[in-house]
């Protein structure tokens, strides 16, 4: 592995750190948390003011064509740009999936005129894209989709009625467009008979529900499909061949999601167990406090060279090796586990939130909320290890007993 910038990354790295300092405040402390005092609607129109700052300073999407309004530039660059945005109290990760994993979808199989007439709104923050893929009997297993596409005509256009349920559909609520993937025909295999479409998330026959989280507000939602209408214009890719658009979206989401891990998490337990008392003294004292706190220091060490094993990759022009999806596995651990860490030290005052314990414990509760969602997110954990089992170790691949069935044969 090479743990040092090529001269280029350099004075890349260099250019985007001065841009930056131009147009951004840099974080006080690692840890810090942005827009503490913002509703959630708030940072929402935050992130959308910040992603086009982004457009006009040329990094909303570096590696994206020129053509695309990108930048065409390499692979490494982007991880550089990441690192260093994450030094700076700025509104991250709200376009997470509208430009990690459906316009690179959209990109890879929408039609001319759907590709120009979206991506300068989605890189610029006008619109918010949500992927509706999973649904309450459809979660790792995504050939189970049961939301229903067929053909009809209304008002002399040709199109599709769309009926169903997603679940877990992240910022539906503020999203401006919904790619949906949905069954076109049970005849074919459950993998076969998908297709994939677009529509306004003010289309007629759309309610969209928020489900609540612990800390009061809802990043994931349900939403209802009633008689929804949508032009055949609006198809992404083939009838029938919307799995092959999933996974578009899906390989895009799984090599952006393996890196997100805050910096330097075991000076913050330090900080902790140093500000804390177990049984009358510093909690650092105790050797099995320090003893967890150095299992989570070696997990965020290990972490930090696999990723660094994929960056070398990346920056030779290779693509990472799948062994890098145990990446998530152990960011969505570690965080819960430091989770539950500040929260025991803390004693019967864990159950207080940041109001009471100051800013340091509102970036303890984003970690908390967020790893339950982490450990689905891109994946399972079941998911990922058979994943990992089967191409990395070369273990003998889940049986798939309903593989090749009709979709409407196979029992429900």
């Known amino acids: 592995m090479d743990f040092n910038d090529t001269p280029e990354d350099a004075a890349f790295r260099q250019e985007v ?15 810090e948390a942005f827009g503490r005092e913002l509703t959630q609607a708030e940072r929402v129109a935050a992130a959308r003011k910040w992603q086009s700052t982004k ?211 075991w000076k913050t337990v330090a900080n902790f167990l140093t500000q804390n008392n177990f049984y009358g003294k510093p909690a650092i004292e105790d050797g099995r406090l320090r003893e967890k706190w150095v299992d989570l220091y070696l997990n965020e060490q290990g972490l930090s060279l696999m990723l660094s094993r994929g960056l070398t990759a990346i920056s030779k022009g290779k693509q990472p090796g799948a062994e890098l999806q145990v990446a998530k596995l152990i960011i969505a651990r570690t965080l819960q586990d430091f989770g539950y860490f500040a929260i025991d030290l803390k004693g019967e005052q864990g159950v207080l939130s940041s109001k009471e314990h100051g800013e340091e414990w509102e970036w303890v509760e984003r970690l908390w909320y967020g790893a339950a969602g982490m450990r689905i997110a891109g994946g399972t954990d079941e998911i990922v290890k058979n994943n990992v089992g089967e191409r990395v170790l070369g273990l003998p691949a889940e049986p798939a007993f309903d593989k090749d069935l009709a979709f409407k044969d196979i029992p429900k």
């Open 17 to 31: 750190r001065t841009w930056l300092e131009s147009v951004a405040t840099r974080k006080k402390s690692a840890n």
């Open 55 to 265: 457009m006009k300073g040329g990094y909303a999407a570096i590696t994206w064509p020129k053509m695309a309004g990108g930048r065409g530039g390499a692979p490494m660059q982007e991880v550089i740009y990441r690192q260093e945005e994450g030094n700076f109290n700025i509104p991250a990760g709200f376009f997470n999936v509208s430009l990690g994993m459906v316009i690179p979808s959209v990109m890879a199989h929408g039609s001319n005129e759907t590709r120009m007439k979206h991506m300068m709104g989605a890189l610029s923050g006008k619109e918010l894209w949500c992927q509706l893929l999973s649904e309450p009997n459809a979660g790792s297993d995504l050939g189970m989709v049961r939301t229903k596409a067929e053909r009809t005509t209304r008002d002399g256009v040709e199109g599709w009625l769309i009926n169903g349920q997603k679940v877990w559909t992240t910022l539906a609520q503020y999203a401006d467009y919904g790619l949906v993937l949905a069954r076109t025909n049970p005849d074919a295999s459950k993998f076969k008979g998908l297709t994939t479409f677009y529509f306004d998330m003010k289309t007629p026959g759309i309610e969209i529900r928020p489900i609540r989280q612990a800390n009061g507000e809802a990043e994931f939602n349900e939403v209802f499909l009633n008689d929804v209408f949508v032009p055949d214009s609006q198809r992404v890719g083939e009838v029938d061949g919307g799995w092959k658009v999933t996974l578009t979206g899906i390989m895009s989401e799984r090599m952006s999601i393996g890196g997100v891990m805050p910096k330097d998490l």
